[in-house]
């Protein structure tokens, strides 16, 4: 038996690649079982983030089974073998379980030390035990990289002032706020119009940060008005607007600060949808979904 792991990430592919690869949790079970369904491959489970695809795996021989993964990836994505290969890693028994390990304690993040990748690490875990494709190979190797997680954050300083994929996006349009200001620095959001799209867990980090930063309030657009809202009350001090997705013209229009998060698997905008529109002031889009949702 044989332990390896294929996959690319922000290091190793462009988005235009990554968004062809990533897998939504509702087909992960047929992912799994697709892969499980190779003789050659044992145990499976796969990570799937805005940065990263992993597949894990107990293969039955390591040549085929690496080609029985490949082939996965090339019927999943639709792109031939020979344009992923040049985008793809595969590491091999020790390497492999060295390379889970720096995944978990968030040394291979886009933002180094960044503390989501854990829960994503347990989530890989959780839906991997639901559906049946790890055994207790896998189980075991991937519970010890949680706890390999878990141990990082606490007895180092890793962690330390460490920042997600959302407060990074906060600050880069502060940045980029401060520039068109002509200033060369991070500066308040309390002068812009802002909205995030989307009520997931990058929305929530998003409102969480775009309120310590100085935004005075948001209008939040989600094709479910229930979750937009029950977001929103999670914020009794911030003064948050749900809208309907339907209304996102309208907010393009008026905005100055449209942030994206949604797992739309097309986009949800394009150039000539945004060329279309009627403004009398600069729009900034700052888009985190992978597939890309701008």
Same mark, same amino acid.
């Given at each position: 038996?044989?332990?390896?792991?294929?996959?690319?990430?922000? @290091?190793?592919?462009?988005?235009?690649?990554?968004?062809?690869?990533?897998?939504?949790?509702?087909?992960?079970?047929?992912?799994?079982? /697709?892969?499980?369904?190779?003789?050659?491959?044992? $145990?499976?489970?796969?990570?799937?983030?805005?940065?990263?695809?992993?597949? *894990?795996?107990?293969?039955?021989?390591?040549?085929?089974?690496?080609?029985?993964?490949?082939?996965?990836?090339?019927?999943?994505? %639709?792109?031939?073998?020979?344009?992923?290969?040049?985008?793809?890693?595969? *590491?091999?028994?020790?390497?492999? &379980?060295?390379?889970?390990?720096?995944?978990?304690?968030?040394?291979?993040?886009?933002?180094?030390?960044?503390?989501?990748?854990?829960?994503?690490?347990?989530?890989?875990? @959780?839906?991997?035990?639901?559906? %049946?494709?790890?055994?207790?190979?896998?189980?075991?190797?991937?519970?010890?990289?949680?706890?390999?997680?878990?141990?990082? @954050?606490? $007895?180092?300083?890793? %962690?330390?002032?460490? &920042?997600?994929?959302?407060?990074?996006?906060?600050?880069?349009?502060?940045?980029?706020?401060?520039?068109?200001?002509?200033?060369?620095?991070?500066?308040?959001?309390?002068?812009?119009?802002?909205?995030?799209?989307?009520?997931?867990?990058?929305?929530?980090?998003?409102?969480?940060?775009?309120?310590?930063?100085?935004?005075?309030?948001?209008?939040?657009?989600?094709?479910?008005?229930?979750?937009?809202?029950?977001?929103?009350?999670?914020?009794?001090?911030?003064? &948050?607007?749900?809208?309907?997705?339907?209304?996102?013209?309208?907010?393009?229009?008026?905005?100055?600060?449209?942030?994206?998060?949604?797992?739309?698997?097309?986009?949800?905008?394009?150039? %000539?949808?945004?060329? =279309?529109? /009627?403004?009398?002031?600069?729009?900034?889009?700052?888009?985190? =979904?992978?597939?890309? /949702?701008?």
């Amino acid at each position: 038996m044989h332990i390896a792991v294929v996959g690319l990430s922000h @290091r190793t592919a462009p988005v235009e690649i990554r968004e062809r690869l990533s897998i939504p949790e509702q087909t992960m079970e047929e992912s799994l079982q /697709n892969l499980r369904g190779d003789s050659q491959v044992l $145990e499976a489970s796969i990570l799937s983030t805005c940065n990263r695809l992993e597949i *894990y795996t107990l293969l039955r021989s390591p040549e085929q089974g690496i080609h029985a993964v490949g082939s996965f990836l090339s019927q999943h994505s %639709g792109l031939d073998f020979g344009e992923l290969t040049p985008h793809l890693f595969t *590491y091999h028994h020790e390497e492999a &379980v060295a390379h889970l390990l720096r995944v978990a304690a968030g040394l291979d993040s886009l933002v180094l030390g960044e503390g989501q990748i854990l829960s994503q690490v347990k989530k890989m875990v @959780r839906l991997g035990q639901e559906h %049946g494709s790890i055994g207790p190979i896998l189980n075991r190797l991937l519970n010890q990289a949680v706890s390999t997680g878990k141990r990082v @954050r606490s $007895e180092t300083n890793l %962690g330390t002032g460490a &920042v997600s994929i959302s407060s990074a996006a906060v600050e880069l349009a502060q940045l980029k706020v401060g520039q068109a200001r002509g200033l060369d620095e991070l500066v308040p959001l309390d002068q812009e119009q802002v909205a995030v799209v989307g009520a997931g867990r990058m929305a929530r980090l998003l409102l969480q940060h775009l309120q310590a930063k100085g935004c005075r309030g948001l209008v939040l657009l989600n094709r479910t008005a229930e979750r937009a809202e029950a977001l929103a009350a999670d914020f009794p001090e911030f003064p &948050v607007q749900c809208r309907p997705l339907s209304d996102l013209d309208h907010c393009l229009s008026t905005c100055s600060l449209v942030f994206t998060s949604t797992g739309a698997e097309e986009p949800i905008r394009d150039a %000539g949808r945004l060329s =279309g529109l /009627n403004r009398r002031s600069s729009l900034m889009l700052i888009d985190s =979904g992978v597939p890309r /949702n701008i």
